[in-house]
């Protein structure tokens, strides 16, 4: 999985836009984030009444009439579902400041209530240590709260702790039936860290089938890595029926969101005119900004330096803003 377990792990843990957060589209990064910050399909309250009205008014960017709603059916009624939307608004100073202590107050009061966002969310404030000390264990312990009640995402970060191997010990077993549940419940980092678990036949049984669809499913709801993945199990039919057309296509994709294997690999198709038309001036484009992100190719160079002048010329041109760009995002 990337490596190791350890890989998921590496980077920051944030806190976003908490228990009310939509799925986020993944960033273009070399990995997925390690633990994921929006629960999916989060619904609120009841279809009607003044917790939606709240709800309607956070959604519209109506913070402050969000605010007052929420309170008003926390105070009268101790609505968890209200008491979830006060965390999130203190946790992320929309309407009021930030304020991690009453955030947290708020997270514990509906959690206690079995508001499972608010599981959620207070979970990854013990996480990362935020309204007081980090602590994994009682952070899983919420994701497991949460994880219990069908909180996909929840699920996903407690089973990224049982592949970390500190607070539980290493289960890949484990691992997999969480990441399952949430896969099944649609979010796609768990749909792309179980393909990986199927590809390499840990925590259960190699199926290289399953990966595949697993990694369709993950690419389709835009999950980056999974795109490049499954778009090279398309293109070789690895696990699923060949077609390099379609791989390329999404191949195509991914490079323009700025993964540098997709870059290359789609370099390599304009090459050599497998799945896409041959063009060597895009070919040659995509292998310079392929190479700006890391990947090198000796074959492409070699190709490269095949080509005439004015290609080579033309290609440099078409390549230029995306290198500034890069060359600019490091400066």
Known sequence: M????????????????????????PQAKPAPSPFTNAPSGVQIGTPIGEADLAYGAYQNGRYLTAFALAMKRAEALADPVAMTLLGELYANGLGVATNDQKAADWYKLAADRGDRNA?????????????????????????????????????YNLALLYLEGQVFPQDFAKAAQLLRKAADAGNPEAQYALATMYKEGRGVEKNISEAAQLLAASALADNLDAEVEFAIMLYNGTGVTKDEKRASEIMRKAAQRGSPIAQNRLARVLASGKGLPADPVQAIKWHLISKAGGATDLWLDEFAGQQPPQVRAEAEKAAKPWLDAIAASRS
């Open 2 to 25: 990337k490596g190791a377990a350890g890989m998921l792990l590496a980077a920051a843990l944030v806190l976003p836009h908490a228990a009310f957060a939509q799925a986020q589209k």
């Open 119 to 155: 599981m959620f969310a207070l979970g990854m404030f013990r996480l990362v240590g935020r309204a007081g000390p980090a602590d994994r264990a009682e952070a899983a312990r919420l994701f497991q709260s949460a994880a219990d009640r069908g909180h996909a995402a929840a699920a």
